[in-house]
């Protein structure tokens, strides 16, 4: 059952436009391949454009002629617009090079001929509103396989000759559209398109009923099942006879659809009349003006038993011109068969509810766009004893409905209801809604409810219709508690991001377009298994490596409105361009890809470095560095006392913990004999100092410094002095208060390199060699000793200076 109605809904919206905007979307892959170039004064086809333009806007131009050459540049070309220009001239070679086009639009033109048009995938055609005065076809339009919708007419035709048409008796032409005021009409003229469907006729047919009729009469050769009509009646028209006579013969006629008529209560008397003894099931007035001319209004009452097939009844915008409701008594046995009634854009304030509720086999209500609040539909003088006993859609849409308390308790009636829409109103969360279990849809759209509408809902919804409705965020908890959810809309909300922990297992269709989502990750989805449809266009994305995962992995069957509809809107170097042409790279983007390319490179640059540094002596440098600041430090701090130091030894000794032995055996005591005090480093150091800090008191308070020089010495103790001396200025030590004393020949080239200063220091200074010979031991020591006993000399010098200095102020003070 549900099928049929799906199919009776979509055979009512399916009109001219609809019929163009579907070929658009065949036609327009890319958003590049989109060019509007309408309004620009334009007086020819411009040259230079893209060669990938899919659809080109030229309308409302100047462009008078169509060369040639003029479309050689638009190999790709589907869609093309050049209504509203002043073409009166097509040269026949002007589409070869653009013959994939598919939809054609020169309507109101100045063309004076129907031109010849080789266009074998053309499927929409409009040539309405041009000067030429005959309907006739040339045969090229017999070619014109593809075509299905073409669009003929202007203020020229008065005639229509048995001819006209006769080329496209073969073609597959589905619909047929003509606008020209009609005067004559030759019997058997529309008969010859075989394949027609249906046939728009914009033209007045007042006193020329008898032209209606014969047309009907082709079209049921023709087996067409539609017409539509605009207006048919203009205000002013004496009626005698029935109009509508001919309807009872056409029996494959199934829709009527009236368009910008007048309709006075008479005639829709006589209409009913027709419609109701004929075979048609659809019935539709659009934008019509309703004027009551009999004192009853329309009186209905059947007089004899009959089969009653209309099943679709519409009246979208009527115009009712007199300060009264208008009265309709038609007995409802006539509305018997009606699955379909749709009651809209007539400024109803009350619902004629024992009419329309007691419909016994109607299933879909529309009465959006009226002036309906609660008490107006449900109005508290209507009995409601038999209610929708087969309803299962309304439309409330673009009302004044404002509590969906009220609402949810109200559609408990409706007994097999199943989708209800509210939105377009003003409605509001009032208090706990409690919802029929029957009820599976509702839209909520267009109204302000916020993020709390979620607790108002009822758990056996399966589609939510929330854009538009003031949401700025969701969370998993708001819609776990929809079990059976399968299609939930948040359109035009300020959604800015989708739940990570998002989990809705039946969910087949989320549209989430036109929010303030940035990127989509992929872990929301993977919460959605049977995701079917993903409406994300139009929203502000990140061409950054947020959007990596959907750009690059998400499959893309399941975007509809992909690629033309996701443009990236940050970085500002990405602003408007179409996401689909942001290509990043996989390194830039996986952290653990980047990791471990990463890692490998630093541990081989580590590597690199420490060997390196290894073989460059780094760590010895690195050592001496410390030394170095904390020399410097020391220096400064010092820097005033060493100036004025008097000497506590006459020698510092240093030398290798192995060369203890002679150290301690020989040099010490021989110099101690003589009288000489002397610091040694193990015995004389200050327990808890640091060893530099050590050194360079020692150094301070000696007259020399005797370094005993050995293999051992230089590689184990020498370091700490290279950098001291290397800053020797800072600490005042004069190169000639050293002295080496060389336990074992080194050559001045064996030293590691990196010793600079005691390479310098050995080249330049004197030195002792410890000699092997006890005769030369004695020079040795008598040398030795000598050099440090300049000590005294220098001592006393210093002594009588100080003593002077300390007595000057007593004098000066006398
Ligand atoms: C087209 O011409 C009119 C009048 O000359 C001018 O007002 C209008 O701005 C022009 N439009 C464009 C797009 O150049
Ligand atoms: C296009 O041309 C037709 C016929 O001249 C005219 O009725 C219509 O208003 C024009 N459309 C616009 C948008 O100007
Ligand atoms: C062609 O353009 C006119 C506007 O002048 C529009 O009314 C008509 O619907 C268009 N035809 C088709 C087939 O889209
Ligand atoms: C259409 O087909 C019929 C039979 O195949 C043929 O006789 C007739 O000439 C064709 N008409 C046109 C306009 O091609
Ligand atoms: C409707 O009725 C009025 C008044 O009787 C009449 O003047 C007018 O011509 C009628 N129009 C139509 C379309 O029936
Ligand atoms: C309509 O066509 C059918 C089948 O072609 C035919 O039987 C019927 O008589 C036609 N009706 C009229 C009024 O000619
Ligand atoms: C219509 O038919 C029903 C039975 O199908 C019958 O009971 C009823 O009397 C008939 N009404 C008229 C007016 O013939
Ligand atoms: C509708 O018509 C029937 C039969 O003619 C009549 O009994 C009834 O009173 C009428 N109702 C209204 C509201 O005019
Ligand atoms: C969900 O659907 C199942 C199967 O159609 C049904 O049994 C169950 O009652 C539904 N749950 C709700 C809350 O409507
Ligand atoms: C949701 O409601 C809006 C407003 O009524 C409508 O335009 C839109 O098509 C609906 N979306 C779906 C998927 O039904």
Request: proline content about 5%.
């Given at each position: 059952m549900p099928a049929i109605i799906w199919t009776f809904a979509s055979f009512l919206i399916i009109t001219m436009k609809s019929f163009a905007e579907k070929e658009f979307e065949l036609c327009v892959t890319h958003s590049y391949g989109k060019k509007d170039l309408s309004n620009h004064n334009l007086t020819e086809v411009p040259t230079g454009l893209s060669l990938n333009t899919q659809y080109l806007d030229l309308s409302?131009?100047?462009?008078?002629?169509?060369?040639?050459?003029?479309?050689?540049?638009?190999?790709?070309?589907?869609?093309?617009?050049?209504?509203?220009?002043?073409?009166?001239?097509?040269?026949?070679?002007?589409?070869?090079?653009?013959?994939?086009?598919?939809?054609?639009?020169?309507?109101?033109?100045?063309?004076?001929?129907?031109?010849?048009?080789?266009?074998?995938?053309?499927?929409?055609?409009?040539?309405?509103?041009?000067?030429?005065?005959?309907?006739?076809?040339?045969?090229?339009?017999?070619?014109?396989?593809?075509?299905?919708?073409?669009?003929?007419?202007?203020?020229?035709?008065?005639?229509?000759?048995?001819?006209?048409?006769?080329?496209?008796?073969?073609?597959?032409?589905?619909?047929?559209?003509?606008?020209?005021?009609?005067?004559?009409?030759?019997?058997?003229?529309?008969?010859?398109?075989?394949?027609?469907?249906?046939?728009?006729?914009?033209?007045?047919?007042?006193?020329?009923?008898?032209?209606?009729?014969?047309?009907?009469?082709?079209?049921?050769?023709?087996?067409?099942?539609?017409?539509?009509?605009?207006?048919?009646?203009?205000?002013?028209?004496?009626?005698?006879s029935d109009p509508f006579e001919g309807f009872k013969g056409a029996q494959f006629l199934r829709s009527i659809i009236f368009v910008e008529s007048w309709f006075n209560s008479s005639v829709m008397v006589k209409l009913l009349k027709n419609v109701f003894q004929s075979t048609l099931e659809e019935l539709s007035f659009i934008d019509i003006v309703y004027y009551e001319d009999t004192p009853d209004g329309v009186q209905f009452y059947p007089t004899h038993n009959q089969t009653v097939h209309l099943r679709s009844l519409t009246f979208n915008g009527v115009q009712h011109l007199q300060y009264s409701y208008p009265k309709i008594n038609i007995s409802v046995t006539y509305l018997s068969q009606l699955a379909y009634l749709k009651f809209s854009g007539t400024g109803m304030n009350i619902s004629p509810c024992n009419l329309i509720s007691d419909i016994p086999s109607l299933m879909m209500l529309d009465l959006s766009n009226n002036l309906l609040s609660d008490d107006g539909f449900w109005w508290p003088a209507c009995s409601y004893t038999k209610v929708f006993p087969a309803l299962r859609q309304l439309w409330l849409s673009h009302n004044r409905f404002v509590y969906l308390s009220f609402i949810s308790r109200k559609t408990h009636q409706m007994m097999v209801l199943e989708s209800l829409d509210l939105s377009f109103n003003s409605i509001q969360l009032d208090g706990e809604c409690s919802w029929p279990t029957h009820l599976m849809e509702l839209s909520l759209s267009n109204n302000n409810l916020g993020n709390g509408v979620f607790s108002y809902l009822s758990p056996h919804f399966r589609r939510i219709n929330l854009s538009k409705t003031g949401i700025t965020a969701i969370t998993q908890k708001d819609l776990s508690s929809f079990p059976n959810l399968t299609h939930l809309i948040l359109s035009s909300n300020s959604i800015q991001v989708l739940p990570m922990n998002l989990h809705i297992p039946t969910l087949l269709s989320l549209h989430v377009d036109q929010n303030a989502i940035t990127s989509?990750?992929?872990?929301?989805?993977?919460?959605?298994?049977?995701?079917?449809?993903?409406?994300?266009?139009?929203?502000?994305?990140?061409?950054?490596?947020?959007?990596?995962?959907?750009?690059?992995?998400?499959?893309?069957?399941?975007?509809?409105?992909?690629?033309?509809?996701?443009?990236?809107?940050?970085?500002?170097?990405?602003?408007?361009?179409?996401?689909?042409?942001?290509?990043?790279?996989?390194?830039?983007?996986?952290?653990?890809?980047?990791?471990?390319?990463?890692?490998?490179?630093?541990?081989?640059?580590?590597?690199?470095?420490?060997?390196?540094?290894?073989?460059?002596?780094?760590?010895?440098?690195?050592?001496?560095?410390?030394?170095?600041?904390?020399?410097?430090?020391?220096?400064?701090?010092?820097?005033?006392?060493?100036?004025?130091?008097?000497?506590?030894?006459?020698?510092?000794?240093?030398?290798?913990?192995?060369?203890?032995?002679?150290?301690?055996?020989?040099?010490?005591?021989?110099?101690?004999?003589?009288?000489?005090?002397?610091?040694?480093?193990?015995?004389?150091?200050?327990?808890?100092?640091?060893?530099?800090?050590?050194?360079?008191?020692?150094?301070?308070?000696?007259?020399?410094?005797?370094?005993?020089?050995?293999?051992?010495?230089?590689?184990?103790?020498?370091?700490?002095?290279?950098?001291?001396?290397?800053?020797?200025?800072?600490?005042?030590?004069?190169?000639?208060?050293?002295?080496?004393?060389?336990?074992?020949?080194?050559?001045?080239?064996?030293?590691?390199?990196?010793?600079?200063?005691?390479?310098?220091?050995?080249?330049?200074?004197?030195?002792?060699?410890?000699?092997?010979?006890?005769?030369?031991?004695?020079?040795?020591?008598?040398?030795?000793?000598?050099?440090?006993?300049?000590?005294?000399?220098?001592?006393?010098?210093?002594?009588?200076?100080?003593?002077?200095?300390?007595?000057?102020?007593?004098?000066?003070?006398?």
């Open positions: 409302h131009n100047k462009i008078s002629r169509l060369e040639s050459n003029a479309l050689v540049g638009f190999p790709q070309l589907c869609f093309l617009k050049l209504n509203n220009n002043t073409i009166q001239y097509i040269s026949p070679m002007a589409f070869l090079h653009s013959s994939r086009i598919k939809v054609l639009n020169i309507s109101n033109n100045l063309l004076t001929t129907i031109p010849d048009l080789s266009l074998p995938h053309l499927r929409i055609l409009d040539l309405s509103g041009n000067l030429y005065s005959s309907y006739k076809l040339g045969s090229c339009f017999a070619r014109l396989t593809n075509l299905k919708f073409l669009m003929l007419g202007g203020p020229n035709i008065k005639e229509i000759k048995l001819g006209d048409f006769a080329c496209l008796s073969n073609t597959s032409l589905k619909h047929l559209s003509l606008h020209s005021d009609l005067q004559q009409y030759e019997s058997g003229a529309l008969a010859q398109i075989q394949s027609l469907q249906e046939i728009t006729l914009i033209m007045s047919f007042c006193q020329r009923f008898d032209m209606f009729k014969a047309i009907v009469m082709d079209l049921n050769q023709t087996e067409t099942t539609a017409i539509r009509l605009n207006p048919f009646f203009p205000r002013y028209c004496q009626i005698s989509i990750s992929q872990e929301p989805i993977l919460g959605l298994p049977r995701l079917q449809h993903l409406k994300a266009g139009k929203n502000p994305f990140s061409c950054s490596c947020e959007s990596y995962w959907f750009v690059t992995s998400l499959s893309k069957s399941l975007l509809p409105d992909w690629p033309v509809d996701y443009t990236c809107s940050t970085p500002p170097s990405f602003a408007g361009a179409s996401l689909e042409e942001y290509k990043p790279t996989k390194p830039s983007c996986l952290p653990w890809l980047q990791a471990s390319i990463a890692v490998p490179v630093v541990l081989i640059l580590v590597a690199a470095f420490s060997i390196t540094f290894y073989a460059c002596d780094g760590i010895w440098y690195t050592k001496m560095l410390w030394v170095w600041i904390r020399v410097k430090r020391r220096g400064h701090k010092g820097a005033g006392r060493l100036q004025n130091a008097s000497f506590r030894y006459h020698a510092f000794i240093s030398y290798s913990q192995h060369d203890t032995m002679w150290v301690e055996s020989q040099l010490v005591p021989r110099l101690e004999n003589v009288g000489l005090s002397l610091c040694v480093h193990e015995r004389d150091f200050v327990p808890g100092r640091w060893i530099v800090d050590n050194i360079i008191s020692s150094i301070e308070d000696s007259y020399k410094t005797l370094f005993v020089l050995s293999q051992n010495f230089v590689q184990s103790e020498w370091c700490t002095y290279e950098l001291f001396f290397a800053q020797h200025r800072a600490i005042s030590i004069q190169d000639d208060s050293l002295v080496f004393i060389l336990l074992e020949p080194i050559p001045a080239n064996c030293l590691p390199k990196k010793f600079l200063k005691l390479r310098a220091l050995l080249c330049k200074q004197t030195y002792l060699e410890w000699p092997k010979e006890e005769r030369k031991q004695q020079v040795f020591w008598a040398s030795l000793t000598a050099m440090l006993h300049g000590a005294d000399k220098h001592l006393a010098i210093k002594k009588v200076a100080t003593d002077i200095v300390d007595t000057l102020p007593l004098i000066a003070d006398q």
